[in-house]
Every structure is written in C-alpha cells, then in structure tokens.
C-alpha cells in the first residue's frame, strides 16, 4: 500500500507478468529469472525437485552467507528432510490456534494501542510494529516479555536495519551469539520454552545439532520480522487514509477476517524467495544453470489479474482470495497462524477503542533494484491515534 494514498502502489511487474510471466533480474551479481504468474508462481514452489530449497544461505533474495552462519530450518531443505524438520517445531508454531494464547494477544495488542493513543503522536514502524512484534513473539515461544527489550534493540531487519549504521555482519553476530547463550542456558536448565524444546528434540534418533538448533532459532528470529513489522505498518497506513474502513469494520465485524486476508494480499511484505535449480533449465527462454537460482515472485503473483478480479484495489470483503503472501505448498511459512492473529487481532482492537487514525508524515520504503522498484511498507509513518469518546 502506497504510504502516500493508502491504496495499493503501482506493480512494477505488471507489463512483464502479461508480456512473458517472466522478469530476467539482475539480483546477487546474477541473472534470476522472477516467476511472476499465479498458478505458474504455485506450481514451481510445489515442484522441489526442479525448484530445489536445499541451497544453504541462498533462498533469501538476497542471499546470505555474509550475515549468518548456520542453515535456516526448515526453510532450506526439502522433503522427506524437510517434513521431519518441519514436524519438530510445529507446536510451537500451532499456539495462536489456542483461545487463552489468543486473550494474551488480544490483551497486549489493547494496551499498547491504548498507551499510544494518550500520546500527542507516535512513530508506528519503530515505536509500535516493532515492539508489537517482539513482545507477540515471547508469548509464541514462552519466553518472558522482558527479553523482548533485547529483540527490539535488534531493529527492523535482524541482518540488514543500517538505521544505525551498523556492520550487517556483526548484526548476524549479534543475532548469533543471543542463540547459543539461549541455547546454553536451556541446556543447562531446560524449561517449558522454544529453546529448551530445541535442546529436547531427536530428528532420525539423535539429538539435534547445535547448528541444527540455531537454524531453527536463527529462521525464528529473522524470518518473521520486518514482515510482520510491514504488514502492521501498512495495515495502519491504510487506516489512516480510509476512516470509512475503520468504521466498516466497527460496524460489520465479520469483515475482519477477510480484511486480513487482503491486507496481506496488497502487503505481501515479503516480495519473492529463492530456488536453487539441480539441473540446468529454462524459464520462459531464461536459461538458468545447474545449482542457478529462480525467484518466486508472491508480489507479483498477488496482483495477477487471472487470480484476482481488479488486483490492485483494496477489498475488506474480498473473496474468494487465493493470495499466497504466505507461501504455497511444503514450505508455507511456519508463522502464518501467528502473522494473521496479529493483524486479525490489530483490527478487531482498532476498531473496539479507536475512532480514527489522524495520518502526520509518511515515507515508503522502497527495494531499489536494478530492474524493479517495488513500495514496500513504509520507512516511517508517524500518526495520531484518536481513542474513541
């Protein structure tokens, strides 16, 4: 969504998704072909033999092997491994599925809109996503609220937030040495938390790795961040600009559902991710070499107009909505459940204690690439929030 209008902002993919389904990207010092098309976008993620996650430090664009050290789990392997990885943590992952995690949700996200609105104005993506974000996730991985202090410190992006002007690289240390100090600590003293569930955990008869446990953790903590973060900032921004959905969803509460849905649909915080190819191919008359990568491309596919009838405005009661912002197929992101609680949540609290979001500055934040520019959520939106009389 457009910090500017509140609307969505223009598809940079538009004219190559309706010319050839295919953008040839220069990304990573390569040429990445980007699948932009819906159903062609659903099928490669579903084929992991030709469109392979067993590429360490690559299925984020861009890569990674600067700012981490470990494998991501389970996002960077493929079945069966990956199925058993997956298997491992998905308790964790299933809590936002509990009534009494929901209330604790419901309950921190109602304080903080109510500390914020007594305030003359607050900055959202730092001063509000940002600990929202980190203080949802101690309840997910019962850890206590206070180490979110810690998380918070770590700013948007836990490899790349240079608004301090800090080394990537020592971030991912940063990052690192938190995780196996938790690890530790776990080890030492196992508990009811994710950690010691890590330290707990056999895969194929034995315990898991030290790297193991901090692929799990390390993907934990970098995975779900600026993209919630994101996805809470441009549900905001939206509201700003369009008082009238606000009272929409005051007054229809069973929007809310489909609302988040489409809030994440327009977001799609999270604008592509990476395959490795095993063997070489072609896509679309872009050669890719054997171990070349491809990128999924979720922003694109969510404003194909073959899915979705007049993609780029904004529905509250869109649907049906076949958006894939959260990936498709084995490798549907683990923290879907815990992204839409909190969106779900967000606007259900909105609507119940606030009358209107006075919009004061905004500033997009936009991925600058060779052969695209895509509006991203925002750098900074700072806003009033009007608490209702």
Known sequence: MSASSGQCPHDPFREAREKDGVLAARLDGEIIPMILRHEEVKRAAKDWTAFSSDAPFRVPIPAEEAVRTVRQLPIETDPPEHTEYRDLVEPTFNRPKDPEFQQRIAALIGSLLDAAARREAIEIV????????????????????????????????????????????????????????????????????????????????????????????????????????????????????????????????????????????????????????????????????????????????????AAFDHPDEVRLDRRPNPHIAFGIGTHFCLGAHHARLIVRTLLREIATRLDRIELLFAEEHVENEADFQRVNGYKSLRVQLIAKL
């Open 126 to 305: 730092r001063e509000f996503a940002l600990p929202l974000q980190s203080l949802a996730l101690t309840h997910l991985l019962n850890m206590p609220e206070t180490e979110a202090e810690e998380w918070i410190s770590w700013g948007i992006h836990v490899f790349r937030d240079n608004a301090d002007g800090g080394d990537e690289s020592k971030k991912g240390s940063v990052l690192d040495q938190y995780i196996h100090r938790q690890l530790d600590r776990a080890a030492a003293s196992p508990g009811d938390d994710f950690f010691s569930d890590l330290t707990k955990a056999t895969f194929r008869g034995r315990s898991l790795t030290r790297d193991e446990m901090a692929g799990f953790a390390n993907l934990t903590f970098a995975g779900g961040r600026d993209t919630v973060i994101q996805s809470i900032a441009c549900v905001i921004g939206y509201l700003a600009n369009h008082p009238e959905a606000i009272a929409a969803l005051r007054e229809n509460p069973k929007l809310i559902p489909t609302a988040t849905e489409e809030f994440f649909r327009v977001a799609t915080p999270l604008t592509h991710i990476g395959r490795k190819c095993p063997v070489g191919t072609e896509v679309h008359g872009v050669p890719v070499t054997p171990t070349g990568r491809v990128s999924l491309c979720w922003a694109s596919a969510n404003r194909d107009p």
